[in-house]
């Protein structure tokens, strides 16, 4: 009987290309995400936030707070050592799955807008377990290939267990909350981790097929989806209910031109234009700075699946290739799905611009997913020897 086996690039005698070059790119294309969110939340949140709290900072001085959690996690994650993932991993996957559990009792979980997927922490702070799902869920199944790997598992039929069963129960419960925007995420993510280890094209295909099958019917059962489907297909003919978002989104790119109407100008966030600051705050950054602006954006969320994707390329190790790899899944579907939505090439989903959107769950664990991809590139021995170098000549200077 043939066997279908892994193939895992050989990387040997590449590791030289890495340099603190890559680091220093990831690191500029964070905090560029990061000011220009601010910035935008800063201008698209203070119609809502004074109608909701009677000052129109109070959004802002949240993001900022969310900001300043999410650079100490980062950090803080991008100086541990691989064994740190390989010890804990299981702990916080089981976390996250038991916090996933907790959202679905009534008497915990807290619906928005037709979903239940929060956990109130304090006043009006919430938790998102779905997004801490997203990272444990890479950090555990690299942990668990790479593991599998080492020990001479050879066959990718073999690699699926419990990988592939976890994360399709992890869909599941995030199905169940209603949230099918962060499950049309972790799909890809859990189908990276397979492709890093090199299965074959058709776990892809049937995946796929089974999963648009899905989505289907899933979205057909709840009236709002069918909304959002109908919009998408003619937004015009929807345009004073589902449609009215994606219309108001096409308004405001099209104002801004190449350069925008100018910072704060935005006409669009007076009331016309819903989850300004959120799901579709990509429109109000084409509003106010224009072509120019998103172009920008696109850059600084290109460079980091750059630098990820180069990292997975030419790394000898095969647990920094599954985080590398995964983690440019997870930035790159969900720029995509948020973009396309703005644009009117996808359905609305309601899922946030990484790093731009509003929003604290989101932004602290995709910051600490950075940190993972920092920690991974900063032990690359070349790396790691060119950050020392560079200090030293700094140190000299």
Do not use: C
């Not at 090199?198 to 097929?209: D, K, V």
């Not at 995964?326 to 790093?355: D, E, F, H, K, R």
Request: avoid cysteine; hydrophobic fraction near 55%; proline fraction near 4%.
């Amino acid at each position: 009987m043939m066997v279908n086996r892994i193939s895992i690039q050989d990387n040997t005698q590449k590791d030289f290309k890495l340099s603190a070059k890559l680091y220093y790119a990831l690191m500029i294309a964070t905090f560029g995400l990061l000011f220009i969110g601010v910035i935008m939340i800063l201008s698209a949140s203070t119609t809502v936030s004074y109608k909701q709290f009677n000052n129109q900072y109070i959004i802002f001085l949240r993001q900022l707070m969310f900001v300043g959690i999410g650079i100490i996690m980062m950090i803080a994650i991008s100086f541990l050592p691989k064994v740190f993932f390989f010890k804990w991993a299981k702990v916080a996957l089981w976390l996250s799955i038991i916090l996933l559990g907790l959202v679905l009792i009534p008497s915990i979980g807290i619906s928005v807008a037709g979903q239940r997927n929060w956990i109130s922490l304090w006043g009006p702070f919430r938790l998102q377990p779905s997004e801490i799902a997203k990272l444990t869920l890479i950090v555990w199944g690299s942990v668990v290939l790479s593991k599998q790997v080492s020990s001479k598992v050879t066959t990718w039929q073999n690699l699926l267990v419990p990988v592939f069963p976890v994360g399709v129960i992890v869909s599941i419960l995030v199905i169940l909350q209603g949230d099918l925007g962060t499950a049309l995420i972790i799909g890809p993510i859990l189908l990276s981790l397979f492709y890093a280890i090199g299965a074959p094209l058709r776990l892809f295909t049937w995946s796929t097929i089974f999963g648009l099958l899905a989505i289907f019917l899933l979205s057909i059962q709840e009236g709002y989806r069918i909304q959002r489907f109908l919009s998408w297909i003619n937004p015009s003919a929807e345009n004073q209910d589902a449609g009215w978002q994606v219309m108001h989104g096409k308004y405001a790119l099209a104002s801004g031109g190449w350069t925008g109407i100018g910072l704060g100008a935005s006409k669009e966030k007076w009331g016309w234009l819903p989850a300004a600051h959120t799901d579709f705050i990509f429109a109000v950054v084409g509003e106010e700075i224009g072509l120019v602006g998103t172009v920008i954006v696109l850059i600084f969320i290109g460079t980091i699946a750059f630098v990820a994707l180069s990292l997975a390329r030419k790394t000898n190790d095969v647990f920094t290739k599954l985080i590398a790899t995964s983690v440019a899944a997870w930035i790159v579907v969900q720029s995509i799905i948020n973009i396309g939505a703005v644009l009117g090439l996808l359905p609305v989903t309601g899922v946030p611009l990484p790093l731009v959107s509003y929003g604290g769950s989101s932004l602290v664990f995709t910051m600490s997913a950075i940190g993972v991809l920092m920690a991974v590139l900063r032990a690359e021995p070349s790396v790691k020897a060119d950050l020392k170098k560079r200090k030293s000549v700094r140190a000299i200077k």
